[in-house]
């Protein structure tokens, strides 16, 4: 399809475990975010990509997150060591460029047992 | 802390009705959004307003941005089931910094 998509759409994984979340973005948009959403909540800003570049790495929870970006285009959200309070749902979302309007995928709920 | 407060959390409403929900901050924003979230799906936007005093509407979707840029109001009129979904407003700073509400969840009943 030509919406963002994410991989994997669920994951549940054990505690102290390193994790890995893909975003492909539409093709064509040269900015990308990463947003965690806790349940029926608001979405808590991570980070975003201008082209492979990330400017500010300040909404990451902790050093334990790490996100990266190449060619442009796929992106992975790295979580180590995970710990309970790390279960959410995480949404990538694509635009143009920035400022324009955002297209969301439909998540990875992550759980952390 | 929450930069952008929405009110009221929660709205549980009869198909027909009328209902307004609010987004306040403190901060001045370049501009904001509203989305729509539906269970298990991506928000999906509905709007970007950019300009103080700025009125946009979306068919029964009436939406607001405040003169001084911190605040905005969503307007639906004659609500409808498929309305059901939650609603977050998210302020952009500096065109590159997105800060989302808490959402408002509304049920409409047939």
């Known amino acids: 399809g030509a919406g963002v998509s994410q991989s994997p759409s669920n994951k549940v994984t054990e505690k102290g475990k390193d994790v890995e979340l893909r975003c492909d973005p539409i093709?064509?948009?040269?900015?990308l975010y990463w947003y965690r959403q806790s349940l029926g909540q608001g979405l808590e800003f991570l980070i975003y990509?201008?082209?492979?570049?990330?400017?500010?790495k300040s909404g990451l929870p902790s050093d334990r997150f790490s996100a990266e970006r190449t060619g442009g285009s796929v992106s992975t959200l790295t979580i180590q060591r995970t710990q309970q309070e790390d279960s959410a749902v995480y949404l990538c979302a694509s635009s143009r460029a920035l400022n324009q309007p955002q297209h969301f995928g439909d998540g990875t709920r992550l759980s952390i047992l | 802390t929450q930069l952008l407060e929405q009110s009221p959390q929660f709205l549980s409403i009869q198909e027909g009705e009328n209902l307004t929900v609010y987004c306040n901050s403190s901060s001045v924003f370049s501009s904001l959004q509203w989305y729509r979230q539906e269970p298990g799906e991506g928000p999906v936007l509905l709007v970007t307003v950019v300009t103080g005093g700025e009125v946009k509407k979306l068919k029964r979707l009436t939406f607001q941005f405040g003169d001084a840029r911190k605040d905005s109001s969503l307007h639906i009129t004659a609500a409808q089931p498929g309305d059901t979904g939650l609603y977050l407003c998210a302020g952009v700073e500096n065109f590159n910094k997105f800060y989302f509400g808490s959402g408002t969840k509304l049920n409409v009943k047939p």
């Open positions: 990509f201008q082209g492979n570049s990330a400017p500010d």
């Open positions: 093709s064509g948009h040269t900015a």
